[in-house]
């Protein structure tokens, strides 16, 4: 079963009250949310998610702890746009866990994971048009390599993208790990996983994370109410360069005035880093998910 990364931590850092009005950006199973909806008695939690079976799944889990939340069935991009419309304009924090949940790997029909046969798919959202299938066998050469270096960063992706267009049409999972297994040498067999860096990237592509993360970051910021925190859960260096990048942004002075003996109020930073979290050697050893989780909490001053 899926096994919340960094919960506790999430939850301590979260700034919880009573009448907190929270937003889990990444639904999944309802692992955080859960426990965030026990602290926030006469609160409310709105969290989003395009998987109809997760939310399926959280919908009765939830109702067992309160009836004081709403899932919206949205891509996480449209928080603003989704909040607005329940005339929300203000929470007191938003957590995102970017990780992809187990149960969506572990359906062996979704076409996440490089263990089991399925056909290549990969959407987040079904109703998407764009999937792994499609990725793997019309994408030209070029973007192939493209995808693999900058979301996988393999470094094998001009060999691997060479043996996809050779051995085109690719219907399945295991035909697609068997033909990465192919183009590249024996030794990276052995280290970890062959087909993991080039799955991570193809499923960053079908789903437009990085772009789709980073707008709904900003907007989120925008929505968190004094004292109010954001935690970001990231699981890989791309995604966590994108937090590091937009949460240094906007809690660093202008470095223009750095410099001046007085700092007016409206140049001063209306956020403030709070920290950093890795997942503890306790985690690690009983949750393999978490091994590149990193926890990166920003809160509202100003």
Do not use: W
């Amino acid at each position: 079963m899926h096994k919340s990364v960094l919960l506790n931590e999430c939850i301590d850092n979260l700034n919880l009250k009573p009448n907190s009005i929270i937003v889990d950006c990444t639904l999944g199973y309802a692992g955080h949310s859960s426990e965030i909806l026990k602290k926030i008695k006469n609160g409310y939690l709105y969290a989003f998610d395009q998987d109809n079976e997760a939310i399926k799944f959280s919908t009765e889990k939830l109702l067992n702890i309160s009836k004081n939340f709403e899932i919206i069935n949205s891509n996480f991009v449209n928080i603003k746009e989704e909040l607005n419309k329940r005339n929300v304009t203000h929470v007191d924090g938003i957590l995102y866990d970017l990780g992809v949940s187990s149960p969506q790997l572990d359906e062996d029909y979704r076409g996440f994971s490089f263990h089991q046969n399925a056909r290549l798919d990969m959407r987040m959202n079904q109703e998407n048009d764009l999937d792994a299938y499609y990725v793997v066998n019309n994408y030209p050469y070029e973007k192939l390599v493209d995808i693999f270096y900058k979301y996988g960063e393999e470094k094998y992706a001009s060999s691997i993208a060479k043996g996809i267009i050779k051995n085109r049409p690719i219907t399945t999972t295991l035909e697609l790990v068997d033909v990465i297994k192919e183009n590249v040498p024996e030794k990276y067999k052995r280290d970890k996983h062959p087909a993991r860096k080039v799955f991570q990237a193809i499923r960053i592509e079908v789903n437009d994370e990085l772009n789709v993360f980073e707008k709904s970051l900003k907007d989120a910021l925008e929505l968190i109410n004094i004292g109010g925190r954001i935690c970001v859960i990231t699981f890989h260096s791309l995604e966590d360069k994108i937090c590091k990048d937009v949460f240094k942004s906007v809690s660093e002075i202008d470095s223009r005035i750095k410099k001046l003996p007085i700092i007016p109020d409206e140049y001063l930073p209306k956020f403030k880093v709070i920290k950093t979290i890795q997942p503890s050697e306790i985690e690690l050893n009983e949750n393999n998910r978490a091994r590149s989780a990193k926890l990166r909490i920003i809160e509202r001053v100003g």
